[in-house]
């Protein structure tokens, strides 16, 4: 009998721990491209935003980075990744869902950096309600902030220059 009642008490503990972990995503564009091209690099201002951007993650755990393909998301990306010596994923913007990364990393900390015409997409698909429009094509400095804790959803938009 004991062992059923030790038993019962590690699997309500097990479930309130993993209730209680916290998910958090940063959604950020791309920093400034270096032209209107089909698949540009950072401008010298990109490439400015990128080192603010490490800068501002420099003391936050970021377990997963997340980037599309292009050449912008990647550079922009990748100057946050190395600093913590991760490795970036890569994504098809067309194919991503939050709802499948939230349940892939449930618990851990994420960093999506994508477009001003995908990220409020994503993130309206997610929360099921039209709250972000997109992002205006001189806006670089947005950062979308997702926190799930077991079923609360809070989200937030932070303006950065």
Not at 109 to 124: A, C, D, R, Y
Request: hydrophobic letters at 35%.
């Amino acid at each position: 009998m004991k062992s059923i009642y030790s038993f019962l008490i590690l699997v309500v503990f097990q479930v309130s721990i993993a209730q209680s972990e916290t998910t958090t995503i940063y959604l950020i564009r791309h920093a400034e491209k270096a032209d209107s091209s089909q698949n540009p690099e950072l401008s010298e201002e990109g490439l400015k935003r990128a080192v603010k951007w490490t800068k501002y993650f420099d003391k936050k755990n970021i377990d997963f980075f997340y980037t599309t393909l292009t050449r912008r998301t990647q550079m922009t990306c990748s100057t946050i990744a190395t600093s913590k010596q991760k490795d970036m994923i890569f994504y098809d913007a067309t194919k991503f869902s939050l709802k499948e990364i939230i349940e892939k990393h449930h618990g851990k900390t994420i960093l999506i950096v994508g477009h001003s015409n995908t990220i409020p997409f994503q993130i309206n698909a997610l929360l099921e309600k039209e709250i972000y429009t997109l992002i205006d094509e001189n806006q670089f400095g947005d950062l979308y902030t997702i926190t799930i804790s077991g079923n609360k959803i809070e989200h937030k938009l932070t303006h950065h220059k």
